[in-house]
């Protein structure tokens, strides 16, 4: 999977990379709020998402283990010139320095995982690496969409739920779509968790 992601940064078949953060997030954090702490991005490909968070104040740690995507985000954040850290980083066996984070973002990286065993594994992770009573924020492909051999990786509300409720009381599960800059972007679930005590 590693190599497949690499390869894809590498040639630029990026379809999921706007060059803006996506809606999503910036609605959800200035809504909810979010007040700004240590956040952390995994799979945050060329950082678009982790460049928006620190401007708005966080202490921002981008993972991926897609080494052209850390350089890339690399790159773009110096050019921003923001303060954040990126490690490439298997989120699933690796590691996160800098824990804990009160923030956990991913916009489709959950999805990534092959099944459920896997996202289990991700979510225990993600509880493992934030504070008390702090917030994950997954955007996640959703089943619903319909287009099920095209786009991401796509997931019904029972594989969220089921990976994710054993670690996170979760605060909101709404479909909705990615920010895109397709035409018809496909539907997702937008799932907003508190760390379980
Ligand atoms: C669909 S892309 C989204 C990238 C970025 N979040 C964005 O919104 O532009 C999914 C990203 O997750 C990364 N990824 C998938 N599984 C991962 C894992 N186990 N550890 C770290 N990164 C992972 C991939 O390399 C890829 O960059």
Redesign the pocket.
């Known amino acids: 999977?590693?190599n497949r992601?690499?390869e894809r940064?590498k040639t630029g078949d990026?379809p999921?990379?706007?060059n803006r953060p996506?809606f999503n997030l910036v609605g959800i954090v200035e809504s909810h709020p979010v007040e700004p702490c240590k956040a952390l991005?995994?799979?945050?490909?060329?950082g678009?998402?982790v460049i928006w968070l620190a401007r708005e104040g966080f202490e921002v740690t981008g993972?991926?283990?897609?080494e052209t995507?850390i350089h890339q985000a690399r790159i773009k954040a110096e050019e921003s010139k923001i303060t954040s850290v990126f490690y490439t980083?298997?989120?699933?066996?690796n590691n996160v320095p800098g824990a804990p984070f009160g923030f956990i973002f991913?916009?489709?990286?959950f999805h990534?995982?092959d099944d459920a065993k896997e996202r289990k594994l991700?979510a225990r992770n993600v509880f493992k690496y934030i504070e008390k009573d702090g917030l994950w924020l997954t955007?996640t492909g959703n089943v619903d969409d319909g287009r099920l051999e095209t786009g991401?990786p796509k997931l019904t509300a029972r594989d969220v739920v089921s990976a994710v409720e054993p670690f996170f009381e979760i605060l909101s599960l709404t479909s909705g779509r990615f920010d895109s800059n397709d035409t018809q972007p496909s539907k997702i679930w937008i799932c907003l968790m508190k760390k379980r005590n």
Do not use: H
Not at 106 to 109: A, L, S, W
């Open positions: 999977m590693t992601f690499n940064y990026l999921w990379n706007i996506d991005d995994i799979g945050c490909g060329t678009d998402n993972v991926d283990y897609a995507a980083i298997d989120f699933l066996k991913d916009r489709g990286c990534s995982c991700y955007l991401p």
